[in-house]
């Protein structure tokens, strides 16, 4: 079943699905429901996961999944998961929009009973069953040590001008990228962050906000997006000015296929990209030993190793 099809589907599920131990109408044996809360479709990466989620969890007949979509709403997102509490799923799987607002619903999924699998973005307390990510801070630093290196050969040192593209302030994958990287930057002083605003994680916002850094900064030597989109937004806004030769574009994400990071590396729009992974493939396999195995106890949290993807990369 195509995704853009499923999510049609989605308030016809809610309404078919029982919660518990969600029997089959024919009686042919135990059925799961499990629901999916993501935080914004609209995200290629987001868009990723969903697709990866409905394929992986599709190889199960006894498995209905369904998915819903907060639109990087905190409030819309907390309401999507009271009612999927409602619904009893046997499983819960959460990406959150933002650490803070999504804690406490959470861990009234929890009271319930239901088992939660974090996705990736944690939360302030530690209220899911298990948390599945790949470590960010390693992200941003490797993201840093690749502009340090760039930087040395383009100036014989260690020095430049760099913008920042942020995602959604106060999230962990946000606070984490940027940390990490400004721990190696720290230590080079003639290295300057001449420009940090928000994009919301988004190609579109990406581009406006650099159109706008372009007209106020006359010299930059890198552009640091938290995301591949926000990156190659920022490329697209420097190209409309003439100036995206003088600059280069460093992203997260790298995703595989049409329209991602790893296209976007291998066309020179940008030097590189840093595979965050969907974490789907963990999740789907640790949900699977929940839901089949009673008694089963997951690890608190797993941690799925990235890489970086350059044009020389093989």
């Known amino acids: 079943m195509k995704l853009r099809y499923f999510l049609l589907l989605l308030p016809l599920f809610f309404s078919s699905c029982g919660g518990g131990s969600h029997d089959a109408s024919s009686g042919s044996g135990k059925k799961f429901l499990v629901i999916f809360s993501q935080s914004n479709n609209a995200e290629p990466y987001r868009a990723a996961q969903n697709a990866r989620m409905v394929e992986r969890w599709g190889a199960y007949p006894d498995v209905t999944i369904n998915i819903t979509d907060a639109q990087q709403d905190n409030a819309k997102q907390i309401g999507q998961i009271e009612a999927a ?15 803070a607002p999504l804690t406490d619903v959470m861990g009234e999924a929890m009271n319930a009973g239901i088992p939660v699998i974090c996705l990736e973005r944690d939360i302030a307390q530690p209220n899911y ?3 599945i990510r790949a470590d960010n801070r390693e992200i941003g630093r490797m993201a840093g040590e ?3 290196e760039k930087l040395k050969a383009k100036y014989g040192e260690p020095r430049g001008k760099i913008v920042e593209l942020s995602g959604l302030k106060g999230v962990e994958a946000e606070m984490n990228r940027r940390e990490g990287a400004h721990d190696v930057w720290k230590q080079y002083p003639k290295i300057e962050v001449v420009a940090d605003v928000v994009a919301d994680w988004l190609q579109s916002k990406g581009r406006d906000r650099m159109t706008e850094v372009l007209a106020a900064v006359p010299q930059i030597d890198v552009v640091y997006g938290r995301n591949d989109p926000m990156a190659v937004g920022a ?10 030769k003088e600059m280069f574009f460093v992203g997260i994400d790298g995703l595989s296929g049409s329209g991602g990071g790893i296209e976007k590396v291998s066309e020179g729009i940008l030097a590189a990209t840093f595979i965050y992974p969907l974490c789907v493939d963990q999740a789907v396999d640790i949900g699977n030993q929940i839901l089949r195995q009673p008694g089963f106890k997951p690890e608190k949290s797993y941690t799925v190793p990235s890489k970086m993807i350059t044009a020389d990369s093989k």
Request: glycine letters at 4%; zero cysteines; hydrophobic letters at 40%.
């Open 129 to 131: 069953t298990t948390w």
């Open 85 to 99: 509490i409602r619904e009893k799923p046997d499983l819960l799987i959460v990406a959150p929009n933002e650490r």
């Open 146 to 148: 690749f502009i340090v």
């Open 235 to 244: 490329y697209l806004a420097a190209k409309d000015k003439g100036r995206e």
